[in-house]
């Protein structure tokens, strides 16, 4: 899926499979793999989500968030990431004097396709 451009989290993947009553070993029929990624495709604006999340942790308005609250709440909610998996996604984030990056550069750098080559 992930080579298709979807980025189906691990609990998004387990209700694709229980949805389609699919055993997690058990092999997948291309049309029902087509109706999942059609499922995944169609609820996916992960830009969007991402900056609605951060718009809303963003007090001042100003378009700006420290680091420090950035990765409490990469680490602390919802799918939570690792430290490791936090400091590899800002390892390429720009960061402003007082500890803060612009969001919407960092969402956009964040959400580009991987190089694959």
């Known amino acids: 899926m992930r080579c298709l451009g979807a980025s189906p989290t691990p609990g998004e993947v387990q209700r694709h499979l229980h949805l389609h009553k699919i055993d997690r070993n058990a092999e997948l029929d291309f049309s029902t793999f087509l109706n999942i990624m059609y ?61 803060t990056i612009k969001y919407e550069e960092f969402v956009r750098t964040v959400c580009l396709p991987a190089v694959d080559y």
Do not use: F, H, N, Y
Not at 44 to 67: C, F, H, N, W, Y
């Open 39 to 99: 499922r995944q495709m169609k609820q996916e604006e992960p830009e969007t989500e991402i900056l609605t999340a951060l718009s809303m942790i963003d007090r001042q308005k100003e378009g700006i968030v420290s680091i420090s609250e950035l990765r409490a709440k990469l680490t602390r909610l919802g799918e939570k990431l690792s430290e490791e998996e936090v400091d590899d996604l800002l390892k390429d984030a720009k960061v402003g004097p007082r500890g």
